[in-house]
């Protein structure tokens, strides 16, 4: 059964993929901060949901390309935040691959998303791949 985290968690992601403004509004602050970083193109600090969202649509582009396989073996919460420790493994067609693992660290502020965090295992890595998944999608001709 999920917990209460997860439930607010699995709801913005419903609201996400269906791009359900108002429903998105309801499990995340319009103030979300969102930190993905790095030294790669994708790294930065999001803020609002239009540039969260925004960010997701980017790693959604990337991981449908890149076919991944993702195993979350520790997923745990408490009053404030919710960690999910994964571990991916990328198939792109294209070259860039990883196989890493990661913690997504979500806060959580009057039930809803505040702010989110990705911790890489080997950020260098983590560096590499998107560094060369950018440099993939840039010689792809639109």
Known sequence: MANEKQKIVDRFFEA??????PALKQVVSENVTW???GRHPYAGIKKGIEEVVSFFDTM???MSKSRP??????????DEYLIECVHTRTNRPDGPN??????ILWKFK???IVEGRHFFADPQ???RYFTAVAEAESSVPA
């Open 69 to 78: 396989t993702v195993v979350k073996p520790i997923v745990s919460e408490n």
């Open 125 to 127: 890595a983590a560096d």
């Open 98 to 103: 990883i196989d890493h693992q990661a913690c």
């Open 110 to 112: 009057d039930g809803r």
């Open 35 to 37: 930190y993905f970083l």
């Open 60 to 62: 959604g582009r990337i």
């Open 16 to 21: 996400y993929g269906k791009r359900d403004f």
